[in-house]
């Protein structure tokens, strides 16, 4: 198991693969995990692509991926699932079958292996139900994946990713938490030589790549193909 510390030394400033792990010291429920997950659910702006009970299960979910605890805000504060909700009602939309039926099987296996669904239980055994999807393991009592409960676990994984450190003109990385958590200082047109410096600490300019002229929000719509819209 890595320490989350680890995890994040891992995505470094960019999106990389990540280690299969639940990252260590997250927040028990009641706590702050619990209060983010509840303040996010009451802010949730109209969905797009999800229903109400499948967005409230990927937050759970989200939560748990990159938790909230005494390193920062996680997912659920960067507003992962509102990239993801985005990004499936346009750029993404061929991912949109594979989120309901993953979602439903998920919750189906929480149900059938730990008497609960997967919102009811305790962060550890969200954490175990989440290992065994991982793992390939989440099978029998009708679950219901299509193929390899891995491979949804993967694409669960990756676009809590994109949207937890991405740009936050999709929607996620909610007031750049994601950029902060890995110190990343955002997008610069210009560098210094002093910021090239080794050790050198840059303020970070909390501005989405597409605030910059050299790159439109007209241009990222159409390379996403009628992509998300920023809210």
């Given at each position: 198991?890595?320490?989350?510390?680890?995890?994040l030394?891992?995505v470094?400033?960019?999106?990389?693969?990540?280690?299969?792990?639940?990252?260590?010291?997250?927040?028990?429920?009641?706590?702050?995990?619990?209060?983010?997950?509840?303040?996010?659910?009451?802010?949730?702006?109209?969905?797009?692509?999800?229903t109400?009970?499948?967005?409230?299960?990927?937050?759970?979910?989200?939560?748990?991926?990159?938790?909230?605890?005494?390193?920062?805000?996680g997912?659920?504060?960067?507003q992962?699932?509102?990239?993801?909700?985005?990004?499936?009602?346009g750029?993404?939309?061929a991912?949109?079958?594979?989120?309901?039926?993953?979602?439903?099987?998920?919750?189906?296996?929480?149900?059938?292996?730990r008497?609960?669904?997967?919102?009811?239980?305790?962060?550890?055994?969200q954490?175990?139900?989440?290992?065994?999807?991982e793992?390939?393991?989440?099978?029998g009592?009708?679950?219901?994946?299509?193929?390899?409960?891995?491979?949804?676990?993967?694409?669960?994984r990756?676009?809590?990713?994109?949207?937890t450190?991405?740009?936050?003109?999709?929607?996620?990385?909610?007031?750049?938490?994601?950029?902060?958590?890995?110190?990343?200082?955002?997008v610069r047109t210009?560098?210094?030589?002093?910021?090239?410096?080794?050790?050198?600490?840059?303020?970070?300019?909390?501005?989405?790549?597409?605030?910059?002229?050299?790159?439109?929000?007209?241009?990222?719509?159409?390379?996403?193909?009628?992509?998300?819209?920023?809210g």
């Amino acid at each position: 198991m890595l320490t989350r510390r680890d995890w994040l030394k891992l995505v470094g400033w960019v999106s990389v693969t990540w280690e299969a792990a639940i990252p260590s010291g997250a927040t028990p429920a009641g706590s702050a995990t619990s209060e983010a997950f509840q303040t996010v659910a009451r802010s949730r702006e109209p969905l797009q692509a999800l229903t109400a009970a499948e967005a409230d299960l990927l937050d759970a979910v989200v939560a748990r991926l990159i938790p909230t605890d005494a390193s920062g805000p996680g997912a659920t504060e960067a507003q992962a699932v509102r990239y993801i909700d985005r990004a499936l009602a346009g750029a993404l939309a061929a991912s949109r079958e594979a989120y309901r039926v993953g979602l439903a099987a998920l919750d189906r296996y929480s149900r059938s292996s730990r008497g609960a669904p997967f919102i009811s239980l305790s962060p550890t055994d969200q954490d175990s139900v989440l290992i065994d999807v991982e793992t390939g393991a989440a099978t029998g009592s009708g679950a219901g994946f299509v193929g390899s409960s891995a491979a949804f676990f993967t694409m669960m994984r990756t676009h809590t990713l994109q949207g937890t450190f991405g740009d936050p003109y999709y929607g996620g990385n909610a007031n750049f938490v994601g950029w902060d958590l890995i110190a990343y200082p955002g997008v610069r047109t210009v560098v210094s030589a002093d910021d090239q410096r080794l050790g050198a600490t840059l303020t970070p300019t909390r501005r989405s790549a597409y605030d910059h002229e050299m790159f439109t929000k007209a241009t990222a719509r159409a390379h996403t193909t009628e992509g998300p819209a920023r809210g």
